[in-house]
């Protein structure tokens, strides 16, 4: 039985301290937080309750396989809901789509709104990702990779030269394209500097659908949390982890601001720059910079939103995502931000002014200093981005990475996926 030390107790650092619990190692979590869940723990202010991070999942196959091999299955823990329709676009012309999850057919209808012929486009252009979707998954969602022994598959997609606004171009309609680029610019990313086989996303949504969890993203760090209990993995919160003592060229012990924990094995899911043994390793990397953040909460519910409306801007106005349900909404503000947000949606048509009861204003700098580190990961500098992440093992030994600035990076399913491959290189004790 290896004695594991994981470090960050956010989503990744919770999933593979309870996998690797489940394999019969002796676990430590060290969280440098008053609780576990990182972006999963919900904001809270005069009776209203908001999700910090995340609203919804794709992939929940990812979440469901996580609690399947730690214990009891997801269903008898959590419930999770489809959306029908997760995302609205809302363009600068006044146009709009309701985009529908899980349906090829469904997603056509919808895109022929915004004029004849738009919908086929669209569906071509998500079609034409699932080849590289089948590879991904194969190869380098599922399956511990080295960049010195790729499938040649693998190989040519990671090495293609391609940016997804290149591949966007195709498209010809400026609508299209900010839907197929917007996963990207939500976690901060710019179109040219991001590979084209990112674009997979817009597939994954299509065939898989989106799932939110019934009494939000808090309740899955809950779940987690008592998961932890039940697996026996030792919590420490409140503990500034500072470094890793490394001896012989294998890692001995995590220090901390109360002294050294020894470790045979330790999983870093936090930011690595934090951590001057591997600094060096992701020097040519940089964090994707957070949106700007409003929590709202409201006296009446606004009508007609979709429980993520995107109101796209222009060189001049900043895009705004609006996400929640009830009289609990966030936004979310990209690109010029030089105005309050509330303020901006009055200009797009959406007045809340009269029916805030309470806001939480979070900048950039409040969430990394949260955190502790970017909660989107790594920033897309071009296709060698993909090779200068950490994970799922590292160059010094007994050391192994997870989490959003890990392969295979940000978001739920993908920080669950970075987990799982850790277990995987672990084993069972």
Known sequence: MARVVVVGGGYGGMAAAARLAKLGHGVTLLERGPRLGGALVPVEQEGFTWDGGPTSTLLPAVVRDMFRKSGRPLDRELDLVELDVLREHRFADGSSVRLPFGSRAAQMAAVDGLGAGLGRRWADHVQAYAEAWEVLRREYLERPWSPDHLPAALRDLLGSRETLARRVRGLKDERLRLMATYPAVAEGHEPRDVPAWTGVAAYVEQRFGAWTVVGGMGALADALTARLA???????????????????????????????????????????????????????????????????????????????????????????????????????????VDEDLVTALVRRGIDVRPHVVTRVDRSPRDLVEAYGGSPYGVLWQGRRTTFRRLGPATPVEGVYAAGAHATPGAGLPYVGLSAALVAQLVGPA
């Open 230 to 336: 039940t697996r026996r993995v030792e919590v420490h919160t409140d503990t500034d982890v500072r470094d890793l003592v490394v001896r012989g060229g294998r890692v001995a012990a995590v220090a901390t601001s109360t002294g050294d924990v020894d470790a045979d094995v330790v999983v870093v899911t936090c930011d690595p720059r934090r951590l001057p043994v591997l600094a060096g390793y992701v020097e040519r990397t940089m964090p994707a910079m957070p949106p700007v953040v409003v929590h709202l909460g409201l006296a009446q519910e606004p009508p007609g939103l979709a429980h993520e409306t995107v109101l796209h801007g222009s060189a001049k106005e900043p895009t705004i995502t609006l996400r929640g349900s009830g009289t609990s909404w966030t936004l979310l503000g990209r690109g010029r």
